[in-house]
């Protein structure tokens, strides 16, 4: 069973930057699709983005999508999430996700079967 790891989070001011990273505990990580996702308080867990296993393939919600890019190293067994232009409303716990299921990323948190502990990223005005 893979353990994921989340680090990188943090307060940023809006239009700053911030790289998530998430580390992966086995050599099968190669194998899984990964995913980034957020939790608003009181809300449920959304997706922002997601990776194929080779890293050839990735998608994006619209919320992000020109500001976030989701990475995978596979020698590193890692997954990365860079974020730039950030704003207040991306404040979240941001989670990552690994899916070891065949076929593409997919964008719904049911379609995971591992999680991180999450990791805080506030954004300030």
């Known amino acids: 069973q893979v353990q994921l790891a989340e680090s990188g989070g943090g307060l940023v001011q809006a239009g700053g930057s911030l790289t998530l990273s998430c580390a992966a505990s086995?050599?099968?990580?190669?194998?899984?699709?990964m995913g980034w996702f957020r939790q608003f308080p009181g809300k449920e867990r959304e997706f922002v983005a997601a990776v194929s296993w080779s890293g050839g393939a990735t998608t994006y919600s619209d919320s992000v999508k020109g500001r976030f890019t989701i990475s995978k190293d596979n020698a590193k067994n890692t997954v990365d999430l860079q974020m730039n232009s950030l704003k207040p409303e991306d404040t979240a716990v941001y989670y990552c996700?690994?899916?070891?299921?065949?076929?593409?990323?997919?964008?719904?948190?049911?379609?995971?079967?591992?999680w991180g502990q999450g990791t805080q990223v506030t954004v300030s005005s």
């Open positions: 996700a690994a899916d070891d299921r065949l076929g593409g990323p997919v964008t719904h948190r049911l379609g995971y079967d591992y």
């Open positions: 086995e050599r099968t990580f190669r194998a899984y699709n």
